[in-house]
Each structure stands twice: as structure tokens, then as C-alpha cells.
């Protein structure tokens, strides 16, 4: 009876619109939802902010994407009353929903926070050095499966300078509504629309757009579509380009209005927000950025896939008591130089760019004027570089000089790993050279001072785990690095086997009749043997087993007993003065195998050193 009398009650709340975060007791509350591209900066400064405070915090943040979040801040299904105390994502409201709240009588400002961009990743294997460069217009049709292999005619033509790989494309999107599905599509949209004819949205359903044709591969949320790419060869997919390259993922070069040739990474991220006159920003705090734009800016240097992320978030938050001031105070320190610094704030952490400072101090005013409750009090900010004598110990003081001491410790460790990685974990190292440092960096870990407190022992134990954790990842990192180098025919100074080979001819700038990649140097093997230009006859193709399908009859003479020369998997020709000679398919391992040949144009050598 009274479960079920609470039941009702319960629903009485939420019928009526009523908050469900109204203080309760000591405990600030502060729960947001939205876009997973800022959640690890969020995460971050939730923490920083729990750590900071004397009276006791709850926070947290659900990464359910820009649309998700967008659909509980509306809370159309609880009496247009959000569901969570903020909403985030990086697309403005649609004009639709600005007005839909607008008429149930919300009022609610666009708090933009950072300047964020999105990135094409691929898996494609690719030469030291090389790069994947594609248009709009082919990633187009790339993304509605006009394009299915990555030797299709339009990628090799424009990427003449990369070996040809004859492999499928999987295709990579979201399958829940999200902002970067929203500006990967736009981007195509707007940039090749003729071509791009699937529709630009969010996605999420069978009734939004882009509508993916079949064959696509659908992953929820940022992480899965990373570790999709990951784990599937021959991939590509949109993410957060801070998320992406911070994985260490091939990023695909796009080219701007300006006819510029370039990845995120190499551009000026921020440079289409400091276009203000042009991207729609409204005049008014609480107006509509339904039409704000930042795709395809015509500026010099400028990334095309761009956008502000924002908080969106009530004007008056007099109904959530204490926490509605600790939404303002989330917000503040978004915008805090803390955070927006160029140089040292926490955005360049994850990949984002500031606010231009015309934005920033717009968008700071607009937080100010946000209502909080007439009992409620207001936090204030205490720098780690400056000391607020007594007015820093008020109750309501998020203190830069209160920290926790995993952050302090883990933040530490970060620093230590980041800075002696270079010199402590080098290419040279072997796996157990690398295996004794893990072993030796636990150590060091264990021998820390800890107190007879038992949440201390814990304490040390989870910055141990931290710590092999980290080390681990860097020897994966070194292991992946020696079999990357291993298996790259033609890479310079990565014969691990020390043989000596060299390569001559006499034939030159023979054609590449079947759509080659053009004219290259032909690698000896797959272990790395280096090959003296100017080679300039057929070649094979790094990491394929399907090569020389315009017919190239190549053979090859060693006088050495000790192995052979082998140029191709499929058709060269190499007749045998021994027992075998090479068939196609043959020679996995590109040993012991010996041939002699007498085709006049072409020759090989090969010597132990």
C-alpha cells in the first residue's frame, strides 16, 4: 500500500511538471545528457568541480548523443519540463523545437562552450608519409555505396602518389541520433549537393535523415564507431577529429572553400567562428540558432565541417533550489580561462578550440543572467594560482587549491608517462625490455608512501592498476610499431633481418595499363628491404595479394642460395634453378625460395651483409 501510494505520488510529479532534482538535503545536484564528442571534457571538469567543493556534489552526464539530449531537455513526455538540469549537443535547436518550447511558455539560452570539429578516419593501409585525400563529391558517394572498393577509378585518380589497394569499403555511421551524423551530412550536402541526395539530419530512425542505404555498417555512439574503425581493416566513418586523433587514426584530408588542401589537425579550426558576421549568430541571448552555420566556411585555412558545441540550459532555474546554482556555476567555469585558454586550458586537451573572445564574452554575460533561486547561493571560483585569504573557505567556494588526491596523483602520473615515453620506451626496445619496465614501473608505484588509512591502501592500489595500464598501452603501442614496420615493404632502414638486397632496371616508366596508383618503386619483400629509386617499372603493391593484373611478366635472378627474390605473389614470372619456383600464392613468407631468370629488361641481386 505504500509502495503503491508512492507510485502515485511519483506520478503525480511528473504529470504535474514538477522538478525532480528540488534539493533534498546538503547534496547539490547537477545531471545533464546530450553529445558524446565534449563527454570526456565534461567528465573532466564535473570531477575537477566535486574535488573543488566544501558543501558535498553530485554530478553526472550521460553521453547519449546531440539528438537524445536535445529529446530530454524538450521533455515532451513530462510536460515540455526537461529531464535532466542541462541539455548538450553540437547543433542549435531546430527552429521546430525552439518554437515548440517557445509557445509551452520555456525560456532558454544557447550556451555555446567550445568550437569543435569532425573528421573522415579510414583504416586503409598506407604508405610512411602517404595521406588519403578525397573530395566532397567522392566521399559522397562513397557514404551511398556508388563507391564500394577502394580502387575504384575516382580515388585512384585522386590519390596518385598511394599504392592501390583492391579492397571493399565498409562504410561506418551512427546508428543513434547524433550531432556528427547532423554535420558530416550537411558538410556533403552543402558541398556536393547534386551528388549528396540522401538527405542531411541527425539520423537515429527510419525517418530522419540521412537515409543509409544498405550495406552500411551502424554503430552507437563515438566509441563504437572508433572501435569499429579500429578492428575492421579497410574501414572509414565521421568522429570528433580531437577523438580520432587522439587514438592515433589515418585522418582523411578534405579540401575547403578555398581550395586548400588539408587535415583538421593542419587547419585553423576556430577560424569560421571568427566569421560572426556570417554564421547566423542571433542578436538576442534566448533567440533561435537554427540557422548558426559553420560548415564550409569560405576562409583561408578554415576546416569545412565545424561547429560550436552548447549547453542549453533554462533562464530560470529558481525551482532546482542550490543545484540550480550549480548549473550556473557549471556553466561559468565552461567559460572560465581555466577552460578557454589558448595555451593552457582544458580544451586543448581533447582536440577543442575557445570561443573567439567577441563570443566569449557575449555568451559569458548571457550565464550571468541566468535566475537561481531567491534562498539559493551562488558559487564562486577560486584559481590555483591565486589565493583568496578566508573568503576562499566560504561553503560555497569551488577552491582550485582542494583537490582529490587520485586526480592530483593520476594527473601527475599522465604528465611523467607523457614526458619520458620518448626516451623510456624507444622503437629499439624488445618485448622484454619493455615487459622489465612494466615490471619496474610497478615497483616504483608500490614503494609510493601511503598511510595506515584504508582507503589510502586503495588509493595506491588504483594508481598501481593506473600505471600498468598505461605502461601496457605503450608496449602494445611498440609492438604494433615493430610488426607495422615489419610488414611495410619498401619502408627504409627496417630490414630486421639484415640481408642486402638491390634491385636494377633498364626498363623505365613502363604504363600502369590496369589504373595503378602510377609509376613506383618495386619492394623486394614485405619485411621492410629497402629499394634505391629510380625504379621506375611496374611494382607491386604493398599489403596486397592481388597484383600485376595488367599482365606484367617480370622474373628475377639470384645468385645467392640463401634466399630468394620475390616481387610478386600472383603473375612474375621467376623459373626455378632448384626445386620450386614461385607460383602465385606462393612464398607466404617470401623465404627460401631461389630463381634465375634471363629477362633482359629487368634484373635482381641479392647478398647477405
Same mark, same amino acid.
Given at each position: 500500500?505504500?509502495?503503491?501510494?508512492?507510485?502515485?505520488?511519483?506520478?503525480?510529479?511528473?504529470?504535474?511538471?514538477?522538478?525532480?532534482?528540488?534539493?533534498?538535503?546538503?547534496?547539490?545536484?547537477?545531471?545533464?545528457?546530450?553529445?558524446?564528442?565534449?563527454?570526456?571534457?565534461?567528465?573532466?571538469?564535473?570531477?575537477? #568541480?566535486?574535488?573543488?567543493?566544501?558543501?558535498?556534489?553530485?554530478?553526472?552526464?550521460?553521453?547519449? $548523443?546531440?539528438?537524445?539530449?536535445?529529446?530530454?531537455?524538450?521533455?515532451?513526455?513530462?510536460?515540455?519540463?526537461?529531464?535532466?538540469?542541462?541539455?548538450?549537443?553540437?547543433?542549435?535547436?531546430?527552429?521546430?523545437?525552439?518554437?515548440?518550447?517557445?509557445?509551452?511558455?520555456?525560456?532558454?539560452?544557447?550556451?555555446?562552450? #567550445?568550437?569543435?570539429?569532425?573528421?573522415?578516419?579510414?583504416?586503409?593501409?598506407?604508405?610512411?608519409?602517404?595521406? #588519403?585525400? !578525397?573530395?566532397?563529391?567522392?566521399?559522397?558517394?562513397?557514404?551511398?555505396?556508388?563507391?564500394?572498393?577502394?580502387?575504384?577509378?575516382?580515388?585512384?585518380?585522386?590519390?596518385?602518389?598511394?599504392?592501390?589497394?583492391?579492397?571493399?569499403?565498409?562504410?561506418?555511421?551512427?546508428?543513434?541520433?547524433?550531432?556528427?551524423?547532423?554535420?558530416?551530412?550537411?558538410?556533403?550536402?552543402?558541398?556536393?549537393?547534386?551528388?549528396?541526395?540522401? $538527405?542531411?539530419? +541527425?539520423?537515429?530512425?527510419?525517418?530522419?535523415?540521412?537515409?543509409?542505404?544498405?550495406?552500411?555498417?551502424?554503430?552507437?555512439?563515438?566509441?563504437?564507431?572508433?572501435?569499429?574503425?579500429?578492428?575492421?581493416?579497410?574501414?572509414?566513418?565521421?568522429?570528433?577529429?580531437?577523438?580520432?586523433?587522439?587514438?592515433?587514426?589515418?585522418?582523411?584530408?578534405?579540401?575547403?572553400?578555398?581550395?586548400?588542401? !588539408?587535415?583538421?589537425?593542419?587547419?585553423?579550426?576556430?577560424?569560421?567562428?571568427?566569421?560572426?558576421?556570417?554564421?547566423?549568430?542571433?542578436?538576442?541571448?534566448?533567440?533561435?540558432?537554427?540557422?548558426?552555420?559553420?560548415?564550409?566556411?569560405?576562409?583561408?585555412?578554415?576546416?569545412?565541417?565545424?561547429?560550436?558545441?552548447?549547453?542549453?540550459?533554462?533562464? /530560470?532555474?529558481?525551482?532546482?533550489?542550490?543545484?540550480?546554482?550549480?548549473? +550556473?556555476?557549471?556553466?561559468?567555469?565552461?567559460?572560465?580561462?581555466?577552460?578557454?585558454?589558448?595555451?593552457?586550458?582544458?580544451?586543448?586537451?581533447?582536440?577543442?578550440?575557445?570561443?573567439?573572445?567577441?563570443?566569449?564574452?557575449?555568451?559569458?554575460?548571457?550565464?550571468?543572467?541566468?535566475?537561481?533561486?531567491?534562498?539559493?547561493?551562488?558559487?564562486?571560483?577560486?584559481? +590555483?594560482?591565486?589565493?583568496?585569504?578566508?573568503?576562499?573557505?566560504?561553503?560555497?567556494?569551488?577552491?582550485?587549491?582542494?583537490?582529490?588526491?587520485?586526480?592530483?596523483?593520476?594527473?601527475?602520473?599522465?604528465?611523467?608517462?607523457?614526458?619520458?615515453?620518448?626516451?623510456?620506451?624507444?622503437?629499439?626496445?624488445?618485448?622484454?625490455?619493455?615487459?622489465?619496465?612494466?615490471?619496474?614501473?610497478?615497483?616504483?608505484?608500490?614503494?609510493?608512501?601511503?598511510?595506515?588509512? /584504508?582507503?589510502?591502501?586503495?588509493?595506491?592500489?588504483?594508481?598501481?592498476?593506473?600505471?600498468?595500464?598505461?605502461?601496457?598501452?605503450?608496449?602494445?603501442?611498440?609492438?604494433?610499431?615493430?610488426?607495422?614496420?615489419?610488414?611495410?615493404?619498401?619502408?627504409?632502414?627496417?630490414?630486421?633481418?639484415?640481408?642486402?638486397?638491390?634491385?636494377?632496371?633498364?626498363?623505365?616508366?613502363?604504363?600502369? /595499363?590496369?589504373?595503378?596508383?602510377?609509376?613506383?618503386?618495386?619492394?623486394?619483400?614485405?619485411?621492410?628491404?629497402?629499394?634505391?629509386?629510380?625504379?621506375?617499372?611496374?611494382?607491386?603493391?604493398?599489403?596486397?595479394?592481388?597484383?600485376?593484373?595488367?599482365?606484367?611478366?617480370?622474373?628475377?635472378?639470384?645468385?645467392?642460395?640463401?634466399?630468394?627474390?620475390?616481387?610478386?605473389?600472383?603473375?612474375?614470372?621467376?623459373?626455378?634453378?632448384?626445386?620450386?619456383?614461385?607460383?602465385?600464392?606462393?612464398?607466404?613468407?617470401?623465404?627460401?625460395?631461389?630463381?634465375?631468370?634471363?629477362?633482359?629488361?629487368?634484373?635482381?641481386?641479392?647478398?647477405?651483409?
Amino acid at each position: 500500500m505504500v509502495a503503491s501510494r508512492m507510485a502515485v505520488a511519483a506520478v503525480a510529479v511528473l504529470a504535474a511538471g514538477w522538478s525532480v532534482f528540488a534539493d533534498e538535503g546538503p547534496v547539490s545536484q547537477l545531471h545533464g545528457s546530450g553529445t558524446t564528442n565534449p563527454s570526456r571534457l565534461f567528465w573532466k571538469v564535473q570531477d575537477l #568541480l566535486v574535488n573543488r567543493a566544501k558543501m558535498p556534489l553530485q554530478m553526472t552526464y550521460r553521453a547519449i $548523443g546531440s539528438g537524445n539530449g536535445q529529446t530530454e531537455f524538450i521533455g515532451a513526455t513530462n510536460n515540455f519540463q526537461a529531464l535532466n538540469m542541462f541539455g548538450s549537443g553540437d547543433i542549435p535547436m531546430s527552429t521546430t523545437s525552439y518554437t515548440t518550447l517557445t509557445n509551452e511558455g520555456r525560456s532558454f539560452i544557447h550556451v555555446p562552450i #567550445l568550437v569543435g570539429a569532425i573528421s573522415f578516419f579510414h583504416s586503409v593501409p598506407v604508405s610512411s608519409g602517404g595521406q #588519403l585525400a !578525397l573530395s566532397a563529391c567522392t566521399l559522397a558517394k562513397i557514404f551511398q555505396r556508388n563507391i564500394t572498393m577502394w580502387d575504384d577509378a575516382q580515388i585512384v585518380a585522386e590519390n596518385p602518389s598511394l599504392p592501390r589497394v583492391r579492397e571493399a569499403i565498409n562504410v561506418v555511421v551512427r546508428a543513434d541520433g547524433s550531432s556528427s551524423t547532423s554535420l558530416s551530412s550537411q558538410y556533403l550536402n552543402e558541398a556536393c549537393p547534386a551528388t549528396f541526395v540522401i $538527405g542531411a539530419g +541527425k539520423g537515429g530512425s527510419a525517418t530522419r535523415a540521412p537515409f543509409w542505404p544498405a550495406g552500411v555498417t551502424r554503430a552507437e555512439g563515438s566509441g563504437n564507431v572508433l572501435s569499429t574503425l579500429q578492428n575492421t581493416p579497410y574501414s572509414i566513418g565521421y568522429l570528433d577529429s580531437g577523438h580520432g586523433q587522439s587514438a592515433g587514426m589515418a585522418e582523411v584530408a578534405l579540401i575547403n572553400l578555398q581550395g586548400q588542401t !588539408l587535415v583538421a589537425s593542419a587547419a585553423d579550426i576556430g577560424a569560421a567562428a571568427t566569421d560572426t558576421a556570417n554564421v547566423g549568430i542571433p542578436t538576442l541571448p534566448t533567440g533561435s540558432w537554427a540557422n548558426v552555420n559553420l560548415v564550409n566556411a569560405n576562409v583561408t585555412n578554415a576546416w569545412p565541417v565545424v561547429t560550436f558545441s552548447y549547453l542549453y540550459i533554462d533562464t /530560470d532555474l529558481t525551482s532546482l533550489g542550490q543545484s540550480g546554482a550549480l548549473v +550556473k556555476a557549471f556553466a561559468e567555469y565552461l567559460l572560465s580561462d581555466e577552460v578557454q585558454s589558448a595555451t593552457s586550458g582544458h580544451l586543448g586537451d581533447f582536440g577543442f578550440f575557445p570561443l573567439p573572445a567577441s563570443l566569449l564574452t557575449a555568451t559569458r554575460q548571457s550565464v550571468s543572467n541566468i535566475v537561481i533561486a531567491g534562498d539559493a547561493t551562488a558559487y564562486t571560483f577560486e584559481t +590555483k594560482g591565486t589565493t583568496q585569504v578566508n573568503v576562499g573557505a566560504g561553503m560555497y567556494m569551488l577552491s582550485g587549491k582542494r583537490e582529490g588526491w587520485n586526480s592530483h596523483v593520476l594527473e601527475d602520473f599522465t604528465e611523467k608517462i607523457t614526458s619520458s615515453a620518448a626516451t623510456d620506451l624507444e622503437h629499439g626496445d624488445t618485448i622484454a625490455d619493455l615487459l622489465a619496465k612494466i615490471v619496474a614501473l610497478n615497483a616504483t608505484v608500490n614503494a609510493m608512501p601511503s598511510t595506515a588509512d /584504508d582507503d589510502d591502501d586503495d588509493n595506491n592500489n588504483t594508481v598501481a592498476v593506473i600505471a600498468i595500464i598505461l605502461a601496457i598501452i605503450a608496449l602494445v603501442c611498440n609492438i604494433g610499431t615493430y610488426f607495422a614496420l615489419k610488414g611495410n615493404a619498401g619502408v627504409s632502414n627496417s630490414n630486421f633481418n639484415n640481408p642486402s638486397y638491390t634491385v636494377s632496371s633498364a626498363k623505365a616508366n613502363s604504363a600502369d /595499363d590496369d589504373g595503378g596508383f602510377g609509376s613506383k618503386t618495386a619492394p623486394v619483400d614485405a619485411e621492410g628491404y629497402e629499394v634505391p629509386a629510380p625504379l621506375q617499372a611496374r611494382s607491386t603493391r604493398q599489403g596486397s595479394r592481388r597484383q600485376n593484373e595488367g599482365g606484367d611478366v617480370y622474373s628475377a635472378v639470384a645468385p645467392s642460395n640463401r634466399r630468394s627474390i620475390t616481387l610478386d605473389r600472383d603473375d612474375y614470372v621467376a623459373p626455378s634453378v632448384a626445386e620450386r619456383s614461385v607460383q602465385p600464392g606462393d612464398n607466404a613468407d617470401y623465404d627460401e625460395y631461389e630463381a634465375s631468370a634471363g629477362f633482359s629488361g629487368f634484373s635482381a641481386s641479392a647478398g647477405s651483409s
